[in-house]
């Protein structure tokens, strides 16, 4: 395998397992956010055992989170030296920014949330919450800026030629406010919110089914089932801005995510179906002109494949199959929560057992939607790495060879395995042993930071 | 915006008080997982564990925003040295991953065999890394092979001489005595008295290789002191290093720990100031054609990139520095038994 496949496949791959944990953060540190605001509102401890119990699972996520980021970091210099010298006057500047204003602010948070609980005011916890809930979204802020740049840059002028043209800034917000920003952003930290609730409604209906836990579990079903909604709701509709965007900003990225190949003809809606790239048409289940209608109306037309040169085409099969995954997905994701928000009013879901069952194997639907999206986005790009500027292929460093990056990629593969096959026995066992009950804290452990029987400012809270 | 201030030459500085802050910072990190080894009981390594527990990634993100500032400003750099380091780096890179999981899981299981392996993990890594920092600031110390294309020209065996090796050793040795005196301050009781044994102990190590060091650079780079034998008042600074070290052995005798973790602190920043100073104004120095160096003018970014990352950093530091003060103050005072994360 060549230098460029390998590179590709490293970034891919440490990519998707860093982007396990930080939409988590995101999500879970807003659903935090809530909880401890409940508790100092009403001065009810149950919510503060909540808090607690989720604060625990956060400082995981957030661990693997930070050290599989780094990685990422790095990787732009270590396998990307030529992208890294021609982005750097734009990339580097939101990157530094990702780090004045997100990273410090989390982690230097985070210490105060997980190790804190005994040192200082409950009121103090919840600001350091709040600033740590800020922090994970600011980082999504500035990536996500880095990448709407990529996908469509402004802002800028090139500067130089042949191998020595580079990007310079020359109007930081149109950079930073460049067409596809604000659609991306949000499309992003929403499908964030909805990863981090749909954790807390999955472990609360595994309670609820096991009978466990019942007054938190229950609790914490209302409040993500709720979230969940409001986010779903909200995500149908930005991914659909997102649609639109693309089909302005990007003609052969919605092309490939269509499978539309005849510009004259509407555009095409399949729900499910594979490309036929050889013959440049979609089999499955379409429904003709419904794409277009979405569009704006039944004469909406966009560029079709054909219409793209050979040389400038992403791949449109994979592209077609994460969209339709992602958008499949999302949309029975949001029946779900529907359906389940439904009962939750109507008093009849903590009975359902059938339905309980659906929420807790849902916390996995999320992450797919966000890989799906992901690949979709990053593939529909190709083949440049910063669209109609320079090509993925002359982004490489040159100095390091294939030998190299196989090496390093296998090195990523047996260390994410094992890391995520960790991850999962240690998240699984922080939920069997679940939130302490109610009799907590009158009898503390050693592992447990708050385990403090005579903790003078628990009372301030209930006042 | 800025009118002609030197904002190249002050970018230059905020890389090297980044990396310094850095070195400061989770140099205090690394070397309690050095020190690991030589903990007795389980719930010594635990109390050692706690003590960095709450600021180790805070630490490790000046890395992150070091790295972060370094592609802004200077993107040729960074794209020449970490391409050029690939391997060294990716190392660098599984020995981050360790040591945040190992801190992170290792206390979730009881098994000796779990803990074990996570605290060698631990260790291990710790030592890798400051060995690695060594090696690659030698290297830049002594100059890279750099090609026309601005790019690295050597390999990885390249990386390793006499020089790199000794500053590696003295990095170790460096931190070893850094994380030392952080753990005096922050244990009580019999591990207390440990750590400060301990802590005589790598004073003594940090010594012999300083003392190496110093020989070895004015054998194999004497130029790093070009500019003292220009400008002789800036003798001031490896002045202010000396005294700062010797003052260290003096501090602790006296039971005087958190005075000597400042004097440790200002020797590293001594130590990274003189490596800035013999440098300037490259940022690579190119061996053996130094008319390829990468230098702040022909390695850096634009105008407008550099006055918009001042305004930012104008505006984002004062808050990073005031909530890190305050959460270092929240942590202040020994690790309580009672309260353990890990």
Known sequence: MNVEILARLQFAFTTFFHYIFPPISIGLGLMLVVMEGAWLRTGNEMYKRMAHFWVKVFALVFGI????????????????????????????????????FAFFLESGFLAILVFGWHKVTPKWHFFSTCMVALGSTFSAVWIVVANSWMQTPAGFKIVGEGTTARAEITDF?????????????????????????????????????????????????????????????????????????????????????????????????????????????????????????????PDVRATGLTDIPARDRPPVQLTFQMYHLMVFLGVALTLLVVVANVLLATGKLWTNRAVLGMLVGAVVVPHVCNQAGWIGAEVGRQPWIVFNLLRTSDALSKVVTAEHVLASLVMFIVLYALLGALFVYLLNKRIQEGP??????????????????????????KR | MFGSLDLATIWFLIVGVLLTGYAILDGFDLGVGMLLPFTKTDQDRRLMLNSIGPVWDGNEVWLLVGGGALFAAFPDVYATVFSGFYIPFMLLLACLIFRAVAIEFRSKEPGAWWRNFWDWSFSIASYLIALLMGVALSNIAMGLPLRPDKEYGGGFWNLFHPHSLVLGLTTIALFMMHGSIYAVMKTDGELNTAMRRLSKSAMIFFGVTYGLLTIVTMVFAPHMADKIRELPWLFVLPLIGFLAIANVPREMTRNREGAAFVSSSVAIGTLLGLFGLGIYPNLVPSMPNPELSLTIRNAVASQKTLETMTVIAVIGVPFVLAYTIAIYRVFRGKVDPAHMHY
């Open chain 1, 436 to 461: 302490e009950d109610a009799t907590w804290p009158e009898n503390p452990t050693l592992d447990d930071p708050t385990g403090s029987v005579k903790e003078p400012l628990l009372s301030e809270a």
């Open chain 1, 65 to 100: 989170g930070v050290a599989s980021g780094i990685v990422l970091e790095f990787e732009f210099g270590t396998n990307w030296a030529t992208y890294s010298r021609y982005v750097g006057d734009i990339f580097g500047s939101a990157l530094a920014a990702e780090g004045v």
């Open chain 1, 173 to 297: 917000w149109a950079m930073v406010f460049n067409p596809s920003t604000v659609d991306r952003l949000s499309h992003t930290v929403v499908g964030a919110w909805i990863t981090g609730a749909m954790l807390v409604v999955s472990v609360s209906a595994y309670y609820v089914l096991k009978n466990r836990h019942l007054d938190i579990a229950k609790a914490g079903l209302k409040m993500g089932l709720v979230f969940a909604l409001v986010s779903c709701g909200l995500q149908i509709w930005l991914g659909h801005q997102s649609a639109i965007g693309v089909a302005k900003n990007q003609p052969s990225k919605f092309a490939a995510m269509e499978g539309h190949y005849d510009s004259d003809k509407p555009i095409d809606l399949t729900v499910l179906g594979a490309v036929d790239e050889q013959n440049g048409r979609v089999s499955g289940l379409t429904l003709p002109g419904l794409g277009s209608t979405l569009m704006g109306g």
